[in-house]
C-alpha cells in the first residue's frame, strides 16, 4: 500500500537529487538510477513519480526557477522604491544562483533546450519574464524600457555565465551589470 503523504516529500527529494546528482556529473549524464539511489528510492519509483529523467529535469529546473524567482520577490521588498531595476539585477546573482549544483543545472539546461520543446518552453518563461520585469523597472527611467530590457536581460545571462564559467561567484558581477544599466538608461 502506498503511504499517504509521501508522495510531495518523495518528488521534492528526487528533484533536489537530481539537481545534485548533475551538479556532481556536470552534466545530463545521469541516470534515473542514479538520481533515485541518491533520493533513497528505487528507480521505479522515480519513474512513477516523473516518467524518465527529461520530465525529473525539468522538475528540477521548474524548483530552481521558484527559488529564482523568491529571490526575486524577495530582492523587491528589501529594496527602497524607485530601485526595483537594481533589485531585480542582484537578485539574478544571488549566492543561490551561483551554488556549483546550481550553475550545473542552469549550463545544461540552455543546452537541453536547443533540443527539448519542453525545456525550450520553460527557457522561453523565464526570459520573457525576465525582460518583462526588468521592463517595468526601466519604466520612466529609459526612452526605450522594452528595447533596454532586451539588451539588459542578455547583459545579465552573459555575466551570469562568465562568472560561473570563471568561478567567480558575485563578486562584483551584480555591480557591473547595475552600472551597465544606468549608461545605458542615460544615453536613452
Same mark, same amino acid.
Given at each position: 500500500?502506498?503511504k =499517504?503523504? /509521501? *508522495?510531495? =516529500?518523495r518528488?521534492a527529494? @528526487? &528533484?533536489?537529487a %537530481?539537481v545534485? *546528482? =548533475?551538479? /556532481?556529473?556536470g552534466?545530463l549524464?545521469v %541516470?534515473v ?5 541518491r ?5 521505479? @519509483?522515480a ?10 529535469f525539468l522538475?528540477?529546473?521548474r524548483h530552481? +526557477?521558484? *527559488?529564482?524567482?523568491? *529571490?526575486?520577490?524577495a530582492?523587491?521588498?528589501s529594496?527602497?522604491?524607485?530601485q526595483?531595476?537594481e533589485a531585480?539585477?542582484h ?6 544562483c551561483?551554488?556549483?549544483?546550481t =550553475? ?8 537541453l533546450?536547443?533540443?527539448?520543446k ?8 523565464? /526570459?520573457?519574464?525576465?525582460?518583462s ?7 520612466g527611467r529609459? !526612452? ?6 532586451? %539588451? @539588459?536581460?542578455a547583459l545579465?545571462?552573459? &555575466?551570469? @555565465?562568465?562568472?560561473? +564559467? !570563471?568561478?567567480e561567484g ?5 555591480e557591473? &551589470? ?6 545605458l538608461t542615460?544615453?536613452g
Open positions: 500500500m502506498p =499517504i503523504g /509521501q *508522495e510531495p =516529500i518528488r527529494a @528526487l &528533484v533536489s %537530481t545534485e *546528482e =548533475i551538479g /556532481q556529473a552534466s549524464d %541516470t538510477g542514479q538520481i533515485a539511489k533520493a533513497g528510492m528505487s528507480s521505479a @519509483l519513474h512513477h513519480y516523473f516518467g524518465g529523467k527529461s520530465q525529473i522538475a528540477a529546473m530552481i +526557477l521558484t *527559488e529564482y524567482a523568491q *529571490e526575486v520577490r530582492a523587491l521588498a529594496y527602497p522604491e524607485g526595483r531595476l531585480i539585477i537578485a539574478n546573482f544571488a549566492d543561490s551561483f551554488q556549483a549544483a =550553475i550545473s543545472a542552469w549550463l545544461n539546461f540552455y543546452v533546450a536547443q533540443r527539448d519542453d525545456a525550450a518552453r520553460l527557457l522561453n518563461v523565464y /526570459q520573457r519574464r525576465l525582460r520585469n526588468l521592463s517595468v523597472a526601466l519604466r529609459s !526612452a526605450n524600457p522594452k528595447q533596454d530590457a532586451e %539588451t @539588459l536581460s545579465i545571462d552573459g &555575466v551570469y @555565465l562568465r562568472a560561473a +564559467l !570563471a568561478g558575485v563578486s562584483g558581477a551584480a557591473r &551589470v547595475v552600472r551597465a544599466a544606468h549608461a542615460k544615453e
